[in-house]
């Protein structure tokens, strides 16, 4: 799961192009989640809360393109643009749906790797 994290922070830290699997958003989303709920606890230890209180918003500050991008690519996935993150519930809807299981506008099939081995031997006219 932290190789997964590293991943999506370091290689995806502002890429909106492409698509997300549903793995990927909520995965990403829960351990975000996670992080800032043991830094909020850490946050009531006397003496160094206040420490704790910055790094969690510092945190926030940190991972909040990252999720945006995550959450656009995922609304692609299921093939609607990233604008439909303004549906506070629709977009709930979407991100909880499985994703198009074909190429489509936004790219190939994350979960299918194999999409263009199907082409092969197709007429292309």
């Given at each position: 799961m932290l190789e997964m994290y590293k991943k999506l922070v370091l290689e995806n830290y502002a890429n909106v192009n492409g698509r997300a699997?549903?793995?990927?958003?909520?995965?990403?989303?829960?351990?975000?989640?996670?992080?800032?709920?043991?830094?909020n606890v850490l946050s009531f230890i006397?003496?160094?809360?206040?420490?704790?209180?910055?790094?969690?918003?510092?945190?926030?500050?940190?991972?909040?393109?990252?999720?945006?991008?995550?959450a656009i690519r995922r609304m692609h996935d299921v093939g609607k643009s990233g604008w439909y993150?303004?549906?506070?519930?629709?977009?709930?809807?979407?991100?909880?749906?499985?994703g198009e299981h074909k190429t489509n506008e936004y790219g190939a099939d994350p979960k299918n790797g194999?999409?263009?081995m199907s082409e092969i031997?197709?007429?292309l006219n």
């Open positions: 699997r549903r793995k990927e958003y909520w995965m990403f989303g829960l351990l975000n989640v996670l992080i800032y709920l043991l830094l006397p003496g160094v809360g206040i420490v704790f209180s910055i790094i969690a918003g510092i945190f926030i500050l940190g991972v909040m393109i990252p999720s945006i991008a995550v993150l303004f549906i506070p519930i629709y977009s709930l809807i979407l991100a909880c749906t499985e194999f999409e263009e031997g197709k007429d």
